[in-house]
T-cell receptor, first 111, second 115 residues
Framework: QKEVEQNSGPLSVPEGAIASLNCTYSDRGSQSFFWYRQYSGKSPELIMFIYSNGDKEDGRFTAQLNKASQYVSLLIRDSQPSDSATYLCAVKWRSARQLTFGSGTQLTVLP | ETGVTQTPRHLVMGMTNKKSLKCEQHLGHNAMYWYKQSAKKPLELMFVYNFKEQTENNSVPSRFSPECPNSSHLFLHLHTLQPEDSALYLC??????????????FGPGTRLTVL
């Protein structure tokens, strides 16, 4: 069964700290990985995607992918209260042209 | 308008009503999606359309009926719903589902309450 798992949290970090969000997936036939941010009552918005092993950086965000260990993580540097949201991990399987989402991790950045 | 729009934003309906949700994308994309998001549960893919053809139906009950007249518009027709169908219904679009980095862009959603 193809699954995407995230710790639901809530995860709390102080302002200025690094927030680390993790996602594991159960199938090795994965193709690419997406991180979305969803504020309460709003729709998901893309942060970044990654499909090669290693790190990918975009501003304060870094996605890390380790296909052998089947995990992908998102690091948020210099966390701000405005980063408080639910972060969704999504996996695109090679055998399917659709995304499978995790249940999300709720992040709170404390001022 | 830009991006993906959805109407209505909020909908309250009785179990015997018939209503429709509308989605429109202004991004020139070829694929459109319907998702259901319930509290504390992952986003559930309902339907996928690519070039107006339905390519996915994830065992969705027949009380939900999608319609895609063209690549820019997507409807979800609702009839005889149950209270457990109350959720946020999200529409999304993307350029090419077969692409490795194909990114889905979401509309603001319709908050549906079934009484």
């Amino acid at each position: 069964q193809k699954e995407v798992e995230q710790n639901s949290g809530p995860l709390s970090v102080p302002e200025g700290a690094i927030a680390s969000l993790n996602c594991t997936y159960s199938d090795r036939g994965s193709q690419s990985f997406f991180w979305y941010r969803q504020y309460s009552g709003k729709s998901p918005e893309l942060i970044m995607f990654i499909y090669s092993n290693g790190d990918k950086e975009d501003g304060r965000f870094t996605a890390q992918l380790n296909k052998a260990s089947q995990y992908v993580s998102l690091l948020i540097r210099d966390s701000q209260p405005s980063d408080s949201a639910t972060y969704l991990c999504a996996v695109k399987w090679r055998s399917a042209r659709q995304l499978t989402f995790g249940s999300g991790t709720q992040l709170t950045v404390l001022p | 308008e830009t991006g993906v729009t959805q109407t209505p934003r909020h909908l309250v309906m009785g179990m015997t009503n018939k209503k429709s949700l509308k989605c429109e994308q202004h991004l020139g994309h070829n694929a459109m999606y319907w998702y259901k998001q319930s509290a504390k549960k992952p986003l559930e893919l309902m339907f996928v359309y690519n070039f107006k053809e339905q390519t996915e139906n994830n065992s969705v009950p027949s009380r939900f009926s999608p319609e895609c007249p063209n690549s820019s518009h997507l409807f979800l027709h609702l009839h005889t719903l149950q209270p457990e169908d109350s959720a946020l219904y999200l529409c999304a679009s993307s350029q090419d589902p077969s692409g490795v980095g194909d990114t889905q862009y979401f509309g603001p959603g319709t908050r549906l309450t079934v009484l």
